[in-house]
């Protein structure tokens, strides 16, 4: 069975930092990977999408990478805003593309 | 478009009653998806349509859960008798095509609370 797990569980930074988020998965054998958003009281929004095929995705200040053979993706956060400070969530698909399995979750702090 | 609309809200109710959450999805996508939240547990799947089809019911709990799709734009989730293991954050996605290839757009969730 699949299991993802994301460290650290909670980060607080000031603002202007770089930042790493990590996430670890126990089965290689994944179809893709997602990075999710999760604001207070909200439903989830997807950051970025790589597949297994792919190393690394980005989006504007965010990068995220992946080495499958590892089981490991980081989520890089560059000049970090307080408006970042957010649930970071990381979602893995298996190759037998029957479900999505979740890590628990980052929260990110960013103060001004 | 308005996203993924949930309803409603926030719900408390008693032990042993009904309870049904509803799930309109983004007109024009193919796949949706009942996930269920908890700080124990976090993210996990419950059920899956493709097409209005249960693709896969294996995340349902127990039997006390069902879930419905009579058309392409309105879902339910229903749990009958509700326990208080039951409370939890319960989000409806939406997906353009079948499957999880692609990516989901996610509801704001419903917060049950089972005194």
């Known amino acids: 069975k699949q299991e993802v797990t994301q460290i650290p569980a909670a980060l607080s930074v000031p603002e202007g930092e770089n930042l790493v988020l990590n996430c670890s998965f126990t089965?290689?054998?994944?179809?893709?990977l997602q990075w999710f958003r999760q604001d207070p009281g909200k439903g989830l929004t997807s950051l970025l999408l790589i597949q297994s095929s792919q190393r690394e995705q980005t989006s504007g200040r965010l990068n995220a990478s992946l080495d499958k053979s590892s089981g490991r993706s980081t989520l890089y956060i560059a000049a970090s805003q307080p408006g970042d400070s957010a649930t970071y969530l990381c979602a893995v698909l298996n190759s037998g593309y029957s479900t999505l399995t979740f890590g628990k979750g980052t929260m990110l702090l960013v103060s001004p | 478009d308005a996203g993924v609309i949930q309803s409603p809200r926030h719900e408390v109710t008693e032990m042993g009653q009904e309870v049904t959450l509803r799930c309109k999805p983004i007109s024009g996508h193919n796949s949706l998806f009942w996930y269920r939240q908890t700080m124990m547990r976090g993210l996990e799947l419950l059920i899956y349509?493709?097409?209005?089809?249960?693709?896969?019911d294996s995340g349902m709990p127990e039997d006390r859960f069902s879930a419905k799709m009579p058309n392409a734009s309105f879902s339910t989730l229903k749990i009958q008798p509700s326990e208080p293991r039951d409370s939890a954050v319960y989000f409806c996605a939406s997906s353009p095509r079948t499957g999880f290839f692609y990516e989901q757009y996610f509801g704001p969730g419903t917060r049950l609370t089972v005194t």
């Open positions: 349509f493709n097409n209005n089809v249960p693709i896969d």
């Open positions: 089965d290689s054998a994944i179809y893709n």
